[in-house]
T-cell receptor
Framework: DAGVIQSPRHEVTEMGQEVTLRCKPISGHDYLFWYRQTMMRGLELLIYFNNNVPIDDSGMPEDRFSAKMPNASFSTLKIQPSEPRDSAVYFC??????????????FGQGTRLTVV | DQQVKQNSPSLSVQEGRISILNCDYTNSMFDYFLWYKKYPAEGPTFLISISSIKDKNEDGRFTVFLNKSAKHLSLHIVPSQPGDSAVYFCAALDTPLVFGKGTRLSVIA
């Protein structure tokens, strides 16, 4: 498997524009997580899905942020309108929860978002 | 309030010496912990884990120690190598993983 795939790797956009980040999880994984990395907060969870259903979106900073998972192989994180303070690296991760097994999450390479 | 804390933002160690990265947690229900390593421009990658039924887990140069009574774990790297220079995240296994803010390790040749 190619691992978790995120696109684009880099995104530069102007304030007020819509930004869409994409993620393809590892096949067979039933959990998908969106994290954001900043200097101040480290890796903070934004939202996660189980079997394509959003479970906890309490980490989404504002209504400007939304995420979807229309099927098991694709998820999007959208910011509309974008603001400079949204500039960060956004990571997608996936994980399979085996019966009685503790398993790690696998991360994509991230999308570096810069809002100017 | 942060449930997983890494109080040292950075650490510098000479090549060949021991690196010790520390992590504290507040939730006594956590029973499995992981360390991730992150290089610039890459995603975090899993390094080593430990279950609460153990107090030590070793994998080559990497050893993680868990002190449940103190709610503290540490990652030891011996000997440290320049390629170990990265940001290390401590995480508690929950759904989702709960991460600390990370410690940037610099191994100086």
């Amino acid at each position: 498997d190619a691992g978790v795939i995120q696109s684009p790797r880099h995104e530069v956009t102007e304030m007020g524009q819509e930004v869409t980040l994409r993620c393809k999880p590892i096949s067979g994984h039933d959990y998908l997580f969106w994290y954001r990395q900043t200097m101040m907060r480290g890796l903070e969870l934004l939202i996660y899905f189980n079997n394509n259903v959003p479970i906890d979106d309490s980490g989404m900073p504002e209504d400007r942020f939304s995420a979807k998972m229309p099927n098991a192989s694709f998820s999007t994180l959208k910011i509309q309108p974008s603001e400079p303070r949204d500039s960060a690296v956004y990571f997608c991760a996936s994980r399979v929860l085996g019966l009685g097994r503790n398993t790690e999450a696998f991360f994509g390479q991230g999308t570096r978002l810069t809002v100017v | 309030d942060q449930q997983v804390k890494q109080n040292s933002p950075s650490l510098s160690v000479q090549e060949g010496r021991i690196s010790i990265l520390n992590c504290d947690y507040t939730n006594s229900m956590f029973d499995y912990f992981l360390w991730y390593k992150k290089y610039p421009a890459e995603g975090p990658t899993f390094l080593i884990s430990i279950s609460s039924i153990k107090d030590k887990n070793e994998d080559g140069r990497f050893t993680v120690f868990l002190n449940k009574s103190a709610k503290h774990l540490s990652l030891h790297i011996v000997p440290s190598q320049p390629g170990d220079s990265a940001v290390y995240f401590c995480a508690a296994l929950d759904t989702p993983l709960v991460f600390g803010k990370g410690t940037r390790l610099s191994v100086i040749a």
